[in-house]
């Protein structure tokens, strides 16, 4: 039973639970798809053995940084539950076999997209984080490519444009910024400890933070207007989002107005409700 625990977590469960959900919903977003249980079953397992295979890999070369921070220092590598090599070995074949059926039930498209993804997740951001705060810039490429993958998967019986899937990858890209600031802001003693650099501010939680997460937030409202100017969705999740956007606004504002931990923690879990209030919206209001 350990055991099994210990793979969630070593997988991030949840966290990967969340990008492949979105993942589904951008492949029926895309016209023309179906409710194909078989198809979003499949998408799902690979989905989710790619994400736990760049999570394992995370986990095993950050072994050491995790066991100095109070958040992480159970994570079943870094407290000694589990060997390096146990992780990488199941990152190995996780991710091949994920990318695989990528490729074999879907197209090869979607699955070099989810190989490159993985790669840039496990060995280039996860390294540059204890370098230089781009690393969060660099981090929303593989946090929001399973948008574009989901979209790109959805060509599995059809031709379809990549416009749609470069806007949903456009709304998640965006909103991560916040989300990740939010989470740095809340972590920063554990994060300043062991040397991460995930804050806009060398000087850690400053306005100017702030300032830069209202300005994302804000970026957010245009954008989630995209799927409705190309047709993709209608008027209802439009406003939807388009509310779910100025709402993301007034907590960055509050941040700015507090500077606390207790107002960064109230974006980070706005931004936690944000995704599935807006893509489920997205995908009820889909045209087509």
């Not at 969340?18 to 690979?46: D, E």
């Amino acid at each position: 039973m350990q055991k099994i625990k210990d793979y969630k977590e070593l997988t991030k469960f949840t966290l990967s639970f969340t990008v492949v959900f979105t993942c589904v919903i951008c492949f029926l977003l895309v016209p023309n798809n179906g409710y194909n249980l078989k198809m979003i079953s499949l998408l799902f397992v690979a989905g989710m053995l790619i994400c736990g295979s760049a999570n394992a890999i995370n986990q095993a070369v950050e072994k050491d940084t995790d066991a100095q921070m109070k958040r992480t220092a159970n994570r079943p590598v870094a407290a000694g539950r589990m060997r390096e090599s146990e992780a990488m070995i199941f990152a190995f074949f996780a991710g091949i076999i994920g990318c695989m059926m990528m490729w074999y039930f879907f197209n090869l498209s979607s699955a070099l997209l989810s190989a490159f993804s993985l790669f840039l997740y496990a060995y280039i951001y996860t390294p540059l984080k204890k370098i230089n705060s781009i690393s969060v810039l660099v981090g929303a490429f593989p946090g929001a490519f399973p948008c574009l993958i989901g979209w790109v998967a959805g060509f599995y019986n059809q031709d379809i444009l990549w416009t749609g899937g470069w806007f949903l990858f456009a709304i998640q890209f965006i909103w991560q910024f916040p989300h990740f600031w939010a989470i740095a802001w809340v972590a920063h003693q554990d994060y300043s400890k062991v040397g991460f650099k995930l804050l806009p501010s060398k000087e850690g939680p400053t306005r100017y933070t702030a300032i830069q997460a209202i300005m994302y937030s804000v970026l957010m409202i245009p954008i989630g207007i995209l799927p409705k100017m190309v047709g993709l969705t209608g008027n209802v999740s439009m406003w939807v989002v388009t509310v779910a956007n100025i709402f993301m606004v007034v907590q960055c504002f509050r941040l700015y107005k507090q500077m606390d931990v207790k107002a960064a923690r109230r974006v980070m879990f706005s931004s936690y409700i944000y995704l599935p209030i807006v893509y489920l919206a997205l995908l009820w209001d889909k045209i087509g």
